[in-house]
């Protein structure tokens, strides 16, 4: 029987830092670590939400992810 071991888990926010000349967007990102496995979509809307006013560019999207090893 496999056994699934989570390692880590965190959320990657993206942020719209302007344009380049060629028009592509650049993207700055920002991570917070050691979130809560399987924490619900609107919780961590939430915490973005409450940290939105203090990043230095406007938000762009929010990544989530999950890292675990699977081993029989």
Do not use: Q
């Not at 989570?6 to 060629?22: F, Q, Y």
């Not at 940290?51 to 029989?72: G, K």
Request: glycine share 10%; no cysteine; charged share 20%.
């Amino acid at each position: 029987m496999a056994i699934e071991n989570p390692l880590r888990s965190g959320i990657s926010l993206k942020l719209n830092a302007g344009s380049r000349d060629n028009g592509t967007m650049i993207i700055k990102g920002v991570s917070l670590g050691a979130m809560m496995r399987g924490a619900e979509p609107a919780k961590i809307m939430d915490v973005v939400g409450a940290l939105a006013p203090i990043l230095e560019f406007p938000l762009y999207r929010v990544e989530r992810s999950e890292i675990s090893t699977v081993e029989n």
